[in-house]
């Protein structure tokens, strides 16, 4: 697994809730080239499940609608096997 896969990981861990594409580019600062194909391939794997908002959601904003994720339960597990042998230093230095 890569580091990047990790930080990304890492963003969603301890965080039960859905979270969109650019949320986490803000929360790992890596490329939005680097997240999305990520997403896509946790995405594939079960570890991560999706959703489109509805236009009820975006409260009249004049914007495309946001694609929102969250952590499958084998993604939970994942990401914290994942993050155990992460040192504490690179995500210290990603926050």
């Known amino acids: 697994m890569t580091l990047q ?3 990304l990981l890492s ?3 301890g965080e039960d809730r859905e979270w969109y594409g650019r949320e986490l580019v803000a929360a790992t600062r ?3 080239g680097t997240v999305y194909p990520m997403l896509a391939r946790l995405e594939r794997a079960g570890w991560v ?3 489109v908002e509805s236009a009820g959601e975006r409260g ?4 495309p609608p946001r694609r929102y994720l969250r952590l499958t339960e084998a993604g ?5 096997a994942a993050l155990v042998s992460l040192p504490s230093r690179v995500l210290e230095a990603a926050s």
């Open 49 to 51: 499940s999706g959703r």
């Open 76 to 80: 939970v597990v994942a990401a914290r």
């Open 30 to 32: 890596l490329p939005q």
């Open 5 to 7: 896969t990790r930080l």
């Open 60 to 63: 009249g904003e004049a914007r």
């Open 11 to 13: 963003a969603f861990d």
